[in-house]
């Protein structure tokens, strides 16, 4: 009963910077965090990052930390991923996704893609070399 849109994706050179966002619709009221993931060719689906919607908690993969930055919007049911100092190995199609808080249990809960109820289309991120 949630719809979500990432925008934002396109061709970056590496060392560049990009900003994503994810909009939110529909039956929102019960989301507890909002994250994104990401999946290359040939590769497993991985956490990049995610908020929690209240308190604005953050958590990242250590991939990208000191270089992504996710933050929200509550009114506007927003969360963006600022991705500076952009590598070729984060060339992938990035999905934004939203956990309610029925899903949150356990250690890392956020970095775990089943725990997730809604999924985007995604929009692909390419870094040239």
């Known amino acids: 009963q949630v719809q979500l849109v990432e925008y934002g994706g396109g061709l970056v050179q590496a060392g560049g910077s990009l900003r994503l966002s994810c909009a939110a619709s529909g039956r929102t009221f019960s989301t507890y965090a909002m994250g994104w993931f990401r999946q290359a060719p040939g590769k497993e689906r991985e956490f990049v990052a995610a908020?929690?919607?209240?308190?604005?908690?953050?958590y990242y993969a250590d991939s990208v930390k000191g270089r992504f930055t996710i933050s929200r919007d509550n009114v506007k049911n927003t969360v963006y991923l600022q991705m500076n100092s952009l590598k070729p190995e984060d060339t992938a199609v990035y999905y934004c996704?939203?956990?309610?808080?029925?899903?949150?249990?356990?250690?890392?809960?956020?970095?775990?893609?089943?725990?997730?109820?809604?999924w985007g289309q995604g929009t692909q991120v390419t870094v040239s070399s």
């Open positions: 908020i929690t919607w209240t308190v604005a908690n953050t």
């Open positions: 996704a939203v956990i309610g808080i029925a899903k949150v249990l356990g250690t890392r809960w956020y970095s775990r893609g089943a725990s997730y109820d809604y």
